[in-house]
């Protein structure tokens, strides 16, 4: 079944194969969106190859890209064979000139039968905290090995940012294969941001899914430990950790602090940015954050804890303040700091915004057509 590539300098065809999509909710399905939007909206016709989770209600109908659905598998061991016939499939009803696998495990293991099969050129954008050190491929060496052998697929790799560029490096994916594209910002945050230089919000925001490795209950814990009951926090995101985050927060006696207040997006997301004083991250392993760069664009100053991509984007007491990860006393005392001080915050967040930068997802899926376009010739 080996064909070669069409090689089209107009028409170009890409499949976006991806193990989470929405309805789920987080960063790798945001990023999958807004690049799949863009692509789209510059010619480029795209399919994205996603799973359907027993129990989600899809509605793939109002995209302006199409989705494919897989039933999503029970076991990875076996599952992974029958992705490849869908891929498979897809491959002979769409032609598709390259394949971008959005995230490194399972796609790029699959990618590497398919690839056998098919003669088409692979991207891969890992998530993140799905390869890093300690993450939940990375504790099994069986999958780690196939993930390993999936990364010889590759022909370009994309990392977020200088750390995650480390990360693929130290799973020996050649230098001259990683390119650095950082994640773009919602249109709607970029246009917002222009009249938010100098503003003073009303109070704390973080923003992520509710799960254990974005370190929310530390968060909730630094709070307890503030001194000043007029500091409030509010906590955007859904996820596995919601009941019991709610629990915490009884417990500590913080019902009138802190406020879970489920997904939110679009104009939503910009109205809670726009009423912040500070953004806080407080992850046990992040990449390269969405949330602290949309924040960094509104002009809000960040506190994040000292792990991975964080490090990159915030300089302690320049372009924000950090904090040792599970240090809740030093947290505590950063918000507080940060609350009160309303000159430390404004020279933090206009150095934070003068160093980052933030791009639009229109020019960030420029450069992904760049490499596209430079593989499949």
Same mark, same amino acid.
């Given at each position: ?188 945050? &970029? ?7 100098? #503003?003073?919000?009303?109070? +704390?925001?973080?923003?992520? !899914?509710? =799960? /254990? ?124 700091? &940060? ?7 404004? #020279?933090?967040?206009?150095? +934070?915004?003068?160093?980052? !930068?933030? =791009? /639009? ?17």
């Amino acid at each position: 079944m080996k064909t070669a590539r069409s090689g089209v300098q107009g028409e170009l065809k890409i499949c976006i194969y991806t193990d989470t999509f929405f309805p789920r909710q987080g960063g790798a399905q945001v990023v999958l969106h807004h690049l799949a939007t863009e692509l789209t909206r510059r010619g480029i016709k795209v399919v994205v190859l996603a799973p359907h989770f027993r129990g989600d209600e899809i509605c793939d109908d109002d995209y302006e890209y199409r989705v494919v659905r897989f039933k999503a598998p029970g076991s990875k061991k076996i599952g992974n064979r029958m992705v490849l016939l869908d891929l498979l499939r897809l491959y002979l009803s769409f032609k598709f000139d390259l394949l971008h696998c959005h995230a490194a495990y399972p796609q790029t293991f699959v990618a590497r039968s398919f690839k056998r099969l098919v003669s088409v050129p692979v991207v891969c954008r890992p998530h993140g905290n799905d390869i890093v050190p300690d993450g939940g491929i990375r504790k099994s060496r069986y999958v780690e090995k196939r993930l390993r052998l999936g990364m010889k697929s590759v022909d370009i790799f994309v990392a977020q940012g200088a750390y995650m560029k480390s990360v693929l490096m130290e799973l020996m994916a050649p230098e001259n294969k990683i390119v650095v594209i950082n994640n773009g910002v919602d249109n709607n945050i &970029l246009t917002a941001s222009q009249n938010m230089a100098g #503003s003073c919000g009303h109070y +704390a925001l973080a923003m992520g !899914r509710l =799960s /254990s490795v974005k370190g929310f209950d530390n968060l909730i814990r630094a709070m307890a430990k503030t001194s000043d009951p007029k500091i409030t926090l509010k906590i955007a995101g859904h996820g596995p950790d919601t009941e019991l985050l709610g629990t915490l927060i009884r417990k500590l006696g913080l019902n009138e602090r802190v406020e879970l207040l489920g997904h939110v997006d679009g104009e939503e997301k910009v109205r809670l940015l726009k009423g912040a004083r500070l953004f806080i991250n407080s992850s046990r392993k992040e990449a390269y954050s969405n949330a602290i760069v949309e924040a960094i664009a509104m002009h809000i100053p960040v506190i994040a804890s000292d792990v991975g991509g964080n490090r990159e984007i915030i300089e302690h007491s320049v372009t924000g303040l950090t904090y040792p990860v599970e240090d809740t006393d030093q947290l505590a005392e950063a918000i507080s700091v &940060l609350w009160h001080d309303g000159d430390l915050r404004k #020279s933090l967040a206009e150095k +934070a915004y003068s160093s980052v !930068r933030p =791009s /639009s997802w229109r020019n960030i899926a420029t450069q992904y057509e760049e490499i596209y376009r430079s593989l499949a010739c």
